[in-house]
């Protein structure tokens, strides 16, 4: 089997002038600081992953999605991500702990 690199989108949330972050657990980057997202299914766009990551992380709505950038990342030990960074603004809704097995507290 061939191995390729996997598709991340991580959300920077703003409101407010502050940035919405978390400490994570698990996988890889166990200990860093990071913003909501995860994996983009097959069929999916950018935004639509956008949406459904942050709502499923941490209960929020968000608007205005807009590109921040693109990295290739293989800093994690036999793990390639193309990851690919936007920012939204906070909608609606209150930080949560929905994923406690891959995050600790937002803030």
């Known amino acids: 089997m061939q191995k390729r690199p996997?598709?991340?989108v991580g959300v920077m949330v703003l409101k407010n002038n502050q940035v919405l972050l978390s400490k994570r657990k698990g996988s890889h980057g166990a200990g860093?600081?990071?913003f909501p997202g995860g994996h983009l299914e097959?069929?999916?766009?950018i935004t639509q992953?956008?949406?459904r990551e942050v709502a499923k992380e941490t209960g929020l709505k968000i608007k205005n999605i807009r590109?921040?950038?693109v990295e290739?990342?293989?800093?994690?030990s036999?793990?390639?991500?193309?990851?690919i960074g936007l920012v939204a603004d906070?909608?609606?809704g209150v930080p949560q702990i929905l994923e406690p097995d891959k995050s600790l507290a937002w803030g």
């Open 67 to 69: 590109f921040l950038l």
């Open 6 to 8: 996997l598709v991340g």
């Open 32 to 34: 860093e600081y990071s």
């Open 42 to 45: 097959f069929g999916e766009s």
């Open 90 to 92: 906070w909608q609606s």
């Open 72 to 76: 290739n990342i293989l800093t994690y």
């Open 78 to 83: 036999n793990k390639h991500y193309l990851h």
């Open 49 to 51: 992953c956008a949406r």
